[in-house]
């Protein structure tokens, strides 16, 4: 059974830094892509970053140069280190994983349950 957990919201003062991060757990599984997305009550879930299998990156414009997202495969885990964070941050944050059974050789997405960042000014 695939558990997606995520961690390392909360709350901090404009310019400080969180570094979140979204777990794969199970047995004979391995996480692929992952794209981290957040969303402010009422509006639409919007896209932040993502990392490929292969280690490509991509991001929203307004994040490019403060947020960078990474992966450390052996612990089936992605981060998303925020730094010089502003207060339009504030969101509850997603993350969307594409986990590989490696034994039945399928791939499936799941969502984490979300972890909020709350930036004071």
């Known amino acids: 059974q695939v558990q997606l957990m995520e961690s390392g919201g909360g709350l901090v003062q404009a310019g400080g830094s969180l570094r979140l991060s979204c777990a794969a757990s199970?047995?004979?599984?391995?996480?692929?892509?992952v794209a981290w997305y957040r969303q402010v009550p009422g509006k639409r879930r919007d896209f932040v970053a993502n990392i490929s299998s292969g280690d490509s990156r991509n991001y929203v414009d307004s994040v490019k140069g403060r947020f960078t997202i990474s992966r450390d495969n052996a612990k089936n885990t992605v981060y998303l280190q925020m730094n010089s964070l502003k207060p339009e941050d504030t969101a509850v944050y997603y993350c969307?994983?594409?986990?590989?059974?490696?034994?039945?050789?399928?791939?499936?997405?799941?969502w984490g349950q979300g972890t909020q960042v709350t930036v004071s000014s």
């Open positions: 969307y994983a594409n986990i590989r059974d490696l034994d039945r050789a399928t791939e499936q997405g799941y």
């Open positions: 199970g047995s004979g599984l391995s996480i692929a892509a």
